[in-house]
């Protein structure tokens, strides 16, 4: 008996309300994302080593929990409970951040919220079961600009309450979004028990194609040497940058994210997966080689624009190809190994960017970040675009 197929109003309804609590959540995260480093540093006295240990083992945990939350989605055909449970976590997490007293207390409190992304594998998927693979790439772009978008309103928020309102009270405001992206979801999203593929009896990993595999060592080479943007706030206040204009240049990168993530990803679907993401790659490499060669404080704004396109044209698009590699009945695992592989290269990128920006300054991990960024564009020479579900 062949699954239903959701009709195109569902469609639209189950984006929209998908869309609607990313909004509301990147809200409540980016209210607190351009403050984060100088949280850290600051008040509660960690140095680079610790930033870069406290972001990389909160995603790579979070990484093992997306593969494990794809495979669990796709054994028991149930996308919702993860997603709404994914939300509940990222806000819980931010008001024990108001309560922490030292760096030590905010890593379990990280891998807490990191975690929250358990629902990223199988929302991911009942995007991708919802949309058809000419109109995918635009899916996924619409999901991510709401993304951006709540982050862009997160952080005018951010600009505005934070020098009245100081880290801690401000985080516990941040919490409230997120508890209504929940609530949204719980009560709005409706899902069928038996939607998408027939359950699958049994995983193996021979099932996976070679491109699925050659785009897993691509995203992982590119994500080893994509060290976090709160490397590139530390190094605006190092060459000069105010505190209190920090959270703009994180505006301008997410801003340039949102306003891009839809448009790249309907050139996506006319242009071919392959070549939206050499931009993306391109892009990312032009940032790092300004921030090598020009050494001025104007360049940063610069900088973090290039950041936030690279951001637009790769996200969206690296989620629509690897759903599209995926046997569509294991759509959700293939995606949540996706953001494993991206979790594990998370880890290594901030730690030793952490560790060499310490020990040899900015130049040396930026030159790494190029090299790889290269063998990254190369590896996906091997990705064939060739759907397995229409």
């Given at each position: 008996m062949k699954p239903e197929i959701p009709s195109p109003q569902v469609k639209r309804r189950a984006l929209g309300w998908l869309?609607?609590?990313?909004?509301?959540?990147?809200?409540?995260?980016?209210?607190?994302?351009?403050?984060?480093?100088?949280?850290?540093?600051?008040?509660?006295?960690?140095?680079?080593?610790?930033?870069?240990?406290?972001?990389?083992?909160?995603?790579?945990?979070?990484?093992?929990?997306?593969?494990?939350?794809?495979?669990?989605?796709?054994?028991?055909?149930?996308?919702?409970?993860?997603?709404?449970?994914?939300?509940?976590?990222?806000?819980?997490?931010?008001?024990?951040?108001?309560?922490?007293?030292?760096?030590?207390w905010v890593l379990p409190l990280r891998i807490l919220d990191?975690?929250?992304?358990?629902?990223?594998?199988?929302?991911?998927?009942?995007?991708?079961?919802?949309?058809?693979?000419?109109?995918?790439?635009?899916?996924?772009?619409?999901?991510?600009?709401?993304?951006?978008?709540?982050?862009?309103?997160?952080?005018?928020?951010?600009?505005?309450?934070?020098?009245?309102?100081g880290y801690r009270k401000l985080f516990l405001i941040a919490a409230v979004p997120s508890l209504f992206s929940v609530?949204?979801?719980?009560?709005?999203?409706?899902?069928?028990?038996?939607?998408?593929?027939?359950?699958?009896?049994r995983w193996m990993w021979g099932q996976w194609s070679v491109p699925f595999r050659w785009m897993l060592v691509s995203s992982f080479l590119y994500t080893l040497g994509a060290f976090s943007y709160a490397f590139l706030l530390v190094y605006a206040g190092q060459v000069g940058y105010r505190e209190a204009t920090l959270p703009w240049l994180y505006l301008a990168f997410t801003l340039a994210a949102a306003l891009s993530s839809w448009p790249f990803g309907r050139w996506a679907d006319r242009l071919g997966r392959k070549a939206v993401l050499w931009m993306?790659?391109?892009?990312?490499?032009?940032?790092l080689i300004l921030l090598l060669t020009i050494r001025t404080q104007w360049v940063l704004p610069l900088v973090f624009v290039v950041y936030g396109l690279h951001k637009g044209a790769l996200e969206p698009v690296q989620k629509a190809l690897v759903a599209e590699l995926s046997p569509p009945a294991w759509r959700a695992s293939g995606l949540g190994i996706y953001q494993m592989i991206l979790g594990l290269g998370a880890l290594g990128a901030s730690s030793l960017a952490g560790w060499l920006w310490e020990r040899w300054g900015h130049a040396?991990?930026?030159?790494?970040?190029?090299?790889l960024t290269l063998l990254a564009a190369l590896a996906l020479a091997w990705v064939r675009e060739n759907p397995l579900e229409k």
């Open positions: 869309a609607s609590a990313s909004f509301l959540n990147d809200l409540g995260s980016d209210m607190i994302a351009p403050i984060w480093p100088m949280f850290m540093t600051h008040i509660l006295g960690a140095n680079l080593w610790a930033l870069g240990l406290v972001e990389g083992v909160g995603e790579a945990v979070v990484s093992l929990s997306k593969a494990f939350s794809g495979w669990l989605s796709d054994r028991v055909q149930r996308r919702k409970p993860f997603i709404w449970s994914g939300y509940f976590a990222g806000s819980a997490a931010r008001v024990g951040y108001a309560l922490a007293t030292s760096w030590i990191r975690s929250g992304k358990i629902r990223s594998a199988p929302r991911d998927a009942m995007v991708a079961e919802d949309a058809t693979a000419g109109k995918r790439g635009r899916a996924f772009g619409v999901l991510r600009t709401m993304d951006n978008l709540g982050a862009v309103c997160g952080i005018v928020l951010c600009l505005v309450l934070f020098p009245y309102l609530a949204l979801l719980f009560f709005g999203l409706k899902e069928k028990a038996n939607a998408g593929a027939p359950k699958p009896a993306g790659y391109g892009l990312w490499a032009s940032g040396v991990p930026i030159m790494l970040s190029l090299g």
